[in-house]
């Protein structure tokens, strides 16, 4: 029942998407798209089986850029394990040394100081997820080369990348407030 259901709506999209592709023909997005020095509409040089979504079809790539986006995604998965197992070895040695010092030590100082310090320590973890994040950016960029997986938006990688560095930047000065607040307790208190 299930399978002839999945082949019934596999049918379908088939359907659609050469009906799609047939519409894409007329319209003045396609006629734009048709290359200058043959003349050949996009169809042609596309086959419908590559094409996930005929709404973002994209320009063919240059070599250049090609290899430009190949460097960004080995550097990209490259950066993404190395901060993944780096935050993660020093987010649990944090957590580890926090959960001594608050279970076996008296606590004179300031309690924000402990709460600056858990929420710097749980932006670490996030980051460290985060970080792993990268690696799978970095799939979906050697993914689009392959020609297996839709174009990547700008966006979406500046998005990324910014929101790792937001939370990186938002954990350390928490992190550096709550010491800032425990250090000036012990100095007051001596």
Known sequence: MQRSRLRASAAKYQQNTSNQLQKLLWTPLAIERVSKSRRQ??????????????????????EAAK?????????????????????????IVSAGIMLFSVAFTSQNGPAVSVYLTLFGIVAGFVSTFWSFGYTRLSRRLRGYLQGELRRVRKSDVVYTLQTGCWINILGMASTLLGLQARSTALSILE
């Open 41 to 62: 509409p996009l169809e042609r040089r596309i086959e419908a089986k590559e094409i996930l979504d005929p709404l973002e079809l994209s320009p063919a790539v240059s």
């Open 67 to 91: 290899k430009s986006l190949g460097r960004a995604a080995k550097a990209c998965m490259q950066i993404g394990w190395f901060s993944f197992w780096t935050q993660l070895s020093l987010s």
